[in-house]
Structure formats: structure tokens, C-alpha cells
T-cell receptor, first 112, second 114 residues
Framework: GDSVTQMEGPVTLSEEAFLTINCTYT??????LFWYVQYPGEGLQLLLK?????DKGSNKGFEATYRKETTSFHLEKGSVQVSDSAVYFC???????????FGRGTSLIVHP | NAGVTQTPKFQVLKTGQSMTLQCAQD?????MYWYRQDPGMGLRLIYY???????DKGEVPNGYNVSRLNKREFSLRLESAAPSQTSVYFC?????????????FGSGTQLSVL
């Protein structure tokens, strides 16, 4: 079945620092790839997605590029804010049902 | 906008007790899901319902049952709770599946089994 490997956290950064959270996947066929974000005390919400190779998903200053050759979908942001502090989940979906399989999540802590 | 509503938000059970977690969505979505979230494990799929009247097992179905009561509601039942079922449970819904599909999540139920 599908699987997702994310870098372990927590990732601790100062405000305005550059963020990278690594994500690699294994999946059958041509999966769709997603980043979800979970703020404290809330459910997950979709941050961005990409559905084919070389697509770039972007939202709220975050970006991730679907790299089929390296089976990766790394999340980046040029300048993080305290309000970006949350847990970030990478997910892949493939096969007939396209039900997402999630990684373990990476906690991001941004200090003022 | 209510979206996906889960009840209760918190619950403490003793080993062997039973309970039902409720989930309802008001977006007219066809598909609904139950995940559990454990530290260091991410989210794992328990059961899902692709459409009204159908349910299927996910990655970790043992110890759980589900009912798709109608298009809006999808409940998760623990018949005899065990400490290993201590977790945060999330219900989610989506329009109909497919590679562009976005899941909408509830705010979760924190369950402790003593």
C-alpha cells in the first residue's frame, strides 16, 4: 500500500526564517499529493495539493512541487510567522478510491 | 458554516464499556471517513463509507463498528473499549472521491480508556 515518510519534528524556527519540511512517498501508479495543516485543538485542513508530476501547489505563502523522479513533495515557505505554528501532514492518494494515506506529521514551532 | 460536526469532544471510558462517536456533515458529501490519531503514528484510517449504504474497512478496523445512518451521518461504535483505543478520533467527509479530492475534517473526539 501507499506510505509517506516525513521528517521528524519538532522543527523550531525564528520568525521570518525559511522553512522546509521534507516528504517522500511510495504509491502505486500516479498518486495525488497533499499537505494538510492542523492548528492546536482543531481538525486537519487542506493546505495545498498537486495531482501530476511537476505541478506546484501553493497557498498562504507555502509551496510544494510534485517530483516524480525523487518521489518527493517537500513543503517550503520563504518567511514563517508565529501564526504558522502547527502540525503539518503530508499525504498521498492513489488507486481506485484515492483515500489519503497520511504521514506521521511534523510539528512546527515559530518563535517571535 | 457547520461543516463536519463530531460529538462528544471528550470522553473517558472504563475498559469494557461501550460508546458511539457521532459525526454529521452538512455539505451533501457522498464519502465519509473515520481516522484515529496517535502520537508518532499520524492518522490511520479505521473505516470509510464511499456512499450512503456502503462501508469498508480501513487500516485499523479491529474493535470498531460503523453505521452510515443516512447521507449526513456516520457513527463509530466501540463495543468493548480497551486502553489501546485511547486516541483522538477524527471524522472527515468528501464529495465523491477522486484524485482531486479534498477531505473536510471535524475537530475531533479525545477518548481515554482507563
Amino acid at each position: 500500500g501507499d506510505s509517506v515518510t516525513q521528517m521528524e519534528g519538532p522543527v523550531t524556527l525564528s520568525e521570518e526564517a525559511f522553512l522546509t519540511i521534507n516528504c517522500t512517498y511510495t504509491a502505486t501508479g500516479y498518486p495525488s499529493l497533499f499537505w494538510y495543516v492542523q492548528y492546536p485543538g482543531e481538525g486537519l485542513q487542506l493546505l495545498l495539493k498537486a495531482t501530476k508530476a511537476d505541478d506546484k501547489g501553493s497557498n498562504k505563502g507555502f509551496e510544494a512541487t510534485y517530483r516524480k523522479e525523487t518521489t518527493s513533495f517537500h513543503l517550503e515557505k520563504g518567511s514563517v510567522q508565529v501564526s504558522d505554528s502547527a502540525v503539518y501532514f503530508c499525504a498521498t492518494a492513489s488507486g481506485g478510491s484515492y483515500i489519503p494515506t497520511f504521514g506521521r506529521g511534523t510539528s512546527l514551532i515559530v518563535h517571535p | 458554516n457547520a461543516g463536519v460536526t463530531q460529538t462528544p469532544k471528550f470522553q473517558v471510558l472504563k475498559t469494557g464499556q461501550s460508546m458511539t462517536l457521532q459525526c454529521a456533515q452538512d455539505m451533501n458529501h457522498n464519502s465519509m471517513y473515520w481516522y484515529r490519531q496517535d502520537p508518532g503514528m499520524g492518522l490511520r484510517l479505521i473505516y470509510y463509507s464511499a456512499s450512503e449504504g456502503t462501508t469498508d474497512k480501513g487500516e485499523v478496523p479491529n474493535g470498531y463498528n460503523v453505521s452510515r445512518l443516512n447521507k449526513r451521518e456516520f457513527s463509530l461504535r466501540l463495543e468493548s473499549a480497551a486502553p489501546s483505543q485511547t486516541s483522538v478520533y477524527f471524522c472527515a467527509s468528501s464529495e465523491a472521491g477522486g484524485r482531486n479530492e479534498k477531505l473536510f475534517f471535524g475537530s475531533g473526539t479525545q477518548l481515554s480508556v482507563l
